[in-house]
């Protein structure tokens, strides 16, 4: 089983509109989780990290389930230059903390 | 300006062949990481380092080598004994190993042919 798990898309949304991105988690020792954000053929870039109550950047929520092992992020009114892929990521601090990289998830924002 | 540089920004080998690629970091940052990106793939861990001197093997550590000389640099060498070099490879430091994200270099494309 794969250690974070997110829908690979793509989304096709038009301009404003709202669009959620859910992923999974397998193991329950990951302590901290982030969204980064990746265009295409460049390195990823942090987006935000999640908070167990929830946290809230401008028009992005990321959300946090640990009972049911999820993490979401809502982006609200959705720019042109939203369009990325976006990627899961969660921390498990064993010893060294590494950082587990879900696949991503495409968003293609059109006019 | 701070940050993480990768050098060069793309760059080609024949098989066969070691090469070595370059990451520095001035956001005196003590831990440091190198990452593959294939084409569809999460990024996938290949060494880390916490502190000059140390560094553990990742989850796809065979075929590479790396060396932390300085606190800034964290070298990757590809050897000729990785069986798909060709890849997205990214460098990226966070300010400890401990539950902090991580900043990423903007990467070098290698093809090995």
């Known amino acids: 089983r794969k250690e974070v798990e997110q829908d690979p898309g793509p989304f096709n949304v038009p301009e404003g509109a709202t669009v959620a991105f859910n992923c999974t988690y397998s193991?329950?020792?990951?302590?901290?989780f982030f969204w980064y954000r990746q265009d295409c053929r460049k390195e990823p870039k942090l987006l935000m990290s999640v908070y167990s109550s929830g946290n809230e950047d401008g028009r992005f929520t990321a959300q946090l389930n640990r009972a049911s092992q999820y993490i979401s992020l809502l982006i609200r009114d959705s720019k042109l230059s939203d369009s990325a892929t976006y990627l899961c990521?969660?921390?498990?601090?064993?010893?060294?903390?590494?950082?587990?990289f879900g696949k991503g998830t495409m968003l293609l924002v059109s006019p | 300006d701070g940050g993480i540089t990768q050098s060069p920004k793309y760059l080609f080998r024949k098989e066969g062949q070691n090469v070595t690629l370059s990451c520095e970091q001035n956001?005196?940052?003590?831990?440091m990481y190198w990452y593959r990106q294939d084409p569809g793939q999460g990024l996938r861990l290949i060494y880390y380092s916490q502190i000059v001197n140390d560094f553990q093997k990742g989850d796809i550590a065979e075929g590479y080598s790396v060396s932390r000389e300085k606190k800034e640099s964290f070298p990757l060498t590809v050897t000729s004994a990785q069986k798909n070099p060709t890849a997205f490879y990214l460098c990226?430091?966070?300010?400890?190993?401990?539950?902090?994200?991580?900043?990423f270099g903007p990467g070098t494309r290698l093809t090995v042919t």
């Open positions: 990226a430091s966070s300010p400890s190993t401990s539950g902090y994200e991580q900043y």
């Open positions: 193991n329950s020792a990951s302590q901290s």
């Open positions: 990521v969660a921390l498990m601090n064993s010893g060294y903390s590494t950082l587990t």
């Open positions: 956001l005196n940052h003590d831990a």
